[in-house]
């Protein structure tokens, strides 16, 4: 006997191609959310194609992780269902095919799934991270190269918005630059005045040396322009957010700024806000200008403070280097977050295992009772799925349950779904509904426990 029989071979026709056409629909639709998100990002790339192309390549992988075991339980229900509607069903199972048999191939597509995801998740992801990231250095190092070459001028008092028109934007924040004197290379330069404003934190910033020197590095693997300033001032500037009049409102105990206390509100809103300054005094500083302008394509925080760009063996090294620095790490949020974030990586695709056998379970029917309870039993899954997770997650963060546990959860809730199924559709033809037979067992247990008979 073959190892795949005519019914496998058809079984694995219909749910490949109709799990390629639900995960291209239902991964375009999650890119199409989160575009607007990135509009700002990519209307304002030096090259928007190519920052386009990279802006998939970085959001793909976390999409597919989750569309794709999703997509196979549809696809796995929507053939069955449609099998059942046509009672070809029927005529496998009136040939001896029981439904152990029937989710063999797609059981068997679950399994290669599980590591196709497996690696996506552990290997892909990491990988798109970190093109992602060295795509932000590569275009923040062509920003700073037109912006040096246009702008570094001997004596010469420089003043850019960040405006779509000089590719210097995102917000409306100001760079100052002041240099007395620049030799002709553009590398040395004489009392040197960096300033920069942020009118969205009302937070501003002023650099003032004796000398300078601009050189390109390598700093991480990644070439970098780094102005080297020595001997000078740094003097950090935020303005508080509330005006004096309110001020003295709050607190009229606390402000005794003045002594006439009877000057009037209106000369009060003339005094400048109350600010806080900090000086600080240095000898050599160092500063970057790629991570000051890469910052124009930071597009989500990173929880995982830059983890999830390791593979699996560079991961676990560096979680055990973080255990290692904390004596208690196990109520350490920040460690509980990063085994989270790596258990979840693993516990979505091992779950793709248990949900081709539960669409299974789900879209046989009986051809004269409705469809909408198998996309309800559906939506039931998928909750069952999520839900697990979040809570095991808020349960893991509040330290109640290990973090590890995340690794467990969703299969155990899926198992769990999977044995309620398979009971109920070892009837087959099924001559109930789902409620129906709930009821019933739920009539036997009660009865075989108030008379104390084994089952």
Known sequence: MALFQKIDRLLAGEIISLTFVITAGVSSIMMMAKLPKYADFLFSAPDILTSFLMLLLYILPSILKLTV???????????????????????????????????????????????????????????????????????????????????????????????????????????????????????????????????????????????????????????DYLFKLNTGFIYSYKEGKNSLPSLMKQQPASHYVFPNKNIPKSELNLYPTPSDWTVTQYSNLNLSL?????????????????????????????????????????????????????????????????????????????????????????????FALYSSLSLCQQLALKFVVSPYSMLFVTPFVLILILLVLMRWRSRYPPSCGFFEFISNDYSKLKYLFIHKRPL
């Open 69 to 223: 075991p999703i997509s196979l339980l549809l696809a796995c229900a929507i053939v069955t269902m449609r099998m059942s509607a046509d009672r070809e069903l029927e005529a496998w199972m009136s040939c001896g095919v029981s439904i152990v048999r029937l989710a063999f191939m797609p059981t068997l597509l679950g399994v290669g799934v599980m590591f196709i995801s497996l690696s996506s998740s552990l290997y892909f992801e990491p990988y798109s991270n970190k093109q992602w990231e060295k795509f932000k250095w590569l275009q923040g190092r062509s920003l700073v190269e037109a912006f040096i070459k246009n702008s570094l001028k001997e004596k010469s008092f420089i003043y850019d918005l960040r405006d779509s028109k000089n590719l210097l934007m995102t917000d409306a924040a100001k760079l100052s630059l002041y240099f007395g004197n620049v030799n002709s290379s553009k590398t040395h330069m004489k009392d040197v005045f960096i300033a920069f404003s942020d009118p969205n934190s009302l937070y501003s910033s002023y650099i003032i040396a004796k000398t300078g020197e601009l050189s390109k590095e390598l700093v991480s693997g990644y070439p």
């Open 290 to 382: 790629v991570s000051v302008f890469k910052d124009k394509f930071k597009i989500e925080m990173n929880p995982t403070n830059q983890m999830d760009q390791l593979y699996p063996k560079e991961y676990f090294t560096a979680l055990t280097a973080e255990k290692e620095k904390k004596e208690n790490w196990k109520t350490s949020e920040d460690v509980v977050e990063k085994i989270l974030f790596f258990m979840k990586q693993i516990s979505v695709p091992v779950s793709t295992v248990f949900l081709p056998l539960i669409g299974v379970c789900l879209g046989i029917l009986d051809p004269r009772k409705k469809q909408i309870s198998v996309y309800f039993g559906i939506g039931i899954v998928i």
